[in-house]
């Protein structure tokens, strides 16, 4: 499937993209309220700038473009879920994929942070952010793949639940 278009100096999105669950070790669970969508809270999320950049290195490009954080930054881990959700593309965000690409493929990933990190939001992209326990961060999230992401997040931590 094509993901630009000659005529068109703007490339499409490409329809591969991560989730990252950013949280504390005592899970607390980091949203972003999008800019776009101010009801939608949601995980740090974006696609893949090009077909071969990899969702390690898209995760990683994604939580400092959205929070100022380095991902591979001392006392950070980020975990690769291996781990992939297919959904449809919500209809309002259509337009920014090539005619006839109607599914994203999304890889979890989580980054487990110290208590107190900074958050620098993107204000292009999103308005407000909040820690919050991950059950109450799941029940705030309007992507049900996010929040199915954050009910998973003890097990994929060894945490208990």
């Known amino acids: 499937m094509p993901y630009s278009v000659v005529s068109d100096p703007r490339p499409y999105k490409i329809p591969e993209s991560v989730l990252v669950v950013i949280h504390t070790p005592a899970l607390e669970v980091l949203l972003l309220r999008r800019a776009d969508a101010e009801q939608f809270w949601q995980s740090v999320t974006g696609s893949k700038d090009h077909p071969h950049e ?23 881990v980020l975990r690769d879920w291996q781990l992939e959700n297919v959904y449809p593309i919500y209809p309002q965000w259509q337009h920014r994929y090539a005619p006839g690409v109607w599914r994203n493929t999304e890889r979890v990933f989580s980054l487990q942070v110290p208590a107190g990190t900074p958050v620098v939001l993107n204000p292009r992209e999103h308005t407000a952010f909040a820690w919050l326990p991950w059950r109450k961060a799941a029940e705030r999230c309007f992507s049900s793949s996010n929040a199915e992401a954050i009910l998973m997040l003890p097990r994929f931590v060894g945490r208990p639940s």
């Open 54 to 76: 990899s969702f390690y290195d898209t995760a990683v490009r994604e939580v400092r473009e959205e929070t100022g954080m380095d991902a591979l930054a001392p006392g950070f």
